[in-house]
């Protein structure tokens, strides 16, 4: 989607593209959907990143504080059928 090769305007990944910020700093693409209007990126370029966030964490291994960090990150199944994930991913 164009949306998501257009730079940034905002924040300290001003000139980066959500396509790229995906991949580099999920959590940051994801904070960014949620709370910045307009929204930066397609809801599927959100959902992506959410899921490359899990992947590359394993919750289990995770410090305490980590866990604390990322627990805002986490998806409800209301959220995800808006996505169009509709279940569970991790």
Known sequence: MKIDNTPLTFGKYKGI????????????????????KPIPCSP???????RLLHQRYDRTKLSPQRKSELA?????????DEWGMGGPFF
């Not at 593209?17 to 709370?35: C, Q, V």
């Not at 805002?72 to 995800?80: A, K, N, Q, T, V």
């Open 17 to 36: 593209t959500p396509s790229y910020l995906a991949e580099t700093d999920p959590s940051y693409l994801i904070w960014a959907y949620r709370n910045v």
């Open 44 to 50: 599927a370029l959100a959902a992506d990143a959410l």
């Open 72 to 80: 805002g990150l986490s998806c409800d199944w209301d959220e995800m």
